[in-house]
C-alpha cells in the first residue's frame, strides 16, 4: 500500500494568515468580534472607573496569555489502554517532547524544566516529535539543553517542518553525539522484557519527504508498533497501516483552546487531530501541545509528557 502524498508548502512561517495553511477557528473569531462590541457599548454606556477597571482587565487578561501560561508548562501523564498489547510490555513507559522551538521567549527555560522532569521520571524509551528550533542560530544550544536525556531503550527523534527550514542536517549532527537518533523513514525494533516493539518514524510532510510505507517495511505483524510523526493527520494513514500509538506535536494545540471555543489556529497538516489524545480507527494517536513556539498561551500550557501503555480494552468516549 502506497501512502498518499500530502501537498507541501514552501518555506514560510506557518502562521502566516496565507490561505490553506493556517485555519482560525470561526467561533474564537466570532467571539472576539463580539467582545470588542460589547465592550465598546460598555465604554459608551459606563464613567470612567468602569472604563479604567475594564482596561485593566484587558491588560491582566494579556499578561496571563503572554506571560504566565506560555512560562508555566505542565507534566502531563497518561495511561493509554490496547486490547492486544504484548503483556510484556504492559507499563512501559514513553517520554513525549514536542516543539521546543528554541529562539522564542521562554523555549530554553521551558525545555530546561521539561529535560529535568524527563530525567526524573526515567521513562523506557524517549520520543522527539520535531520542531526543535525556530532559528538556525539555536541549532547550537540543542547539544546543552539535551545531553542529559537519557533512556533504557533510547531516544528518538523525527524532524518538523522548521527543522527542515533552519538546518536539519547540521541538527542531526549536533545531536548525534548524545545519543538522539533521528527516523527518518526508517524504524528500529526494540526488545523489552522478551516482547517486540517498533519504534518507527517519518520525515516531516510539511517540508521533508515523508514515507510511511519505508518506515514499517518489514516490522513484525504480532509485535507492537510506536509511529513518531510531527504532524498529527498522518493519523488516518496511519491507522490503514495497522499502527498502534502514533506521538505527534505540530499544532501547538491552537495556542489557545478553551470549551465550546475549541482551538484557535491550528496550521495544515494539524486540522483533524487538534490537540490530546484521538484515534484513528484503532490508531491511538496523541498530540502533544509542545514546549515553546509564539509566547501565547490560553487554557493550553506547554507541556511535557509521560505514557504508560496498559494491556486492556480501550475506553471510548
Known sequence: MNTPRIEKTRHGNPFAPTPGRVRYAPRWLGAGAGA???SALFLVRSGRLATVALGVAGLAGAAYAMLYEPSHPRLERISLRFENLPAALD???????S???LGHRFAAENTRWAVAQMR??????LAITGDLVSYHKNIADLPGLLAPLRAPLGVYAVAGNHDHWEGLPEMIDALRPLGVEFLMNT????????AELTVAGVDDVWEGDADLDAALKGRPADGFTLLLCHVPDMADTAATHGVHLQLSGHTHGGHMSLPWLGSFALPRHGWRYPVGLDHAGKTQ???SRGIGGIPLRLGCPPEATIITLRRGRREEG
Open 120 to 125: 526524573a521520571e526515567a521513562p523506557d524509551i
Open 99 to 101: 516543539d521546543l522551538h
Open 91 to 97: 507499563g512501559l513507559r514513553i517520554g513525549h517532547l
Open 187 to 194: 524504524q528500529r525494533r526494540l526488545h523489552w522484557r522478551g
Open 36 to 38: 470588542v462590541g460589547l
Open 285 to 287: 494517536v496523541y498530540v
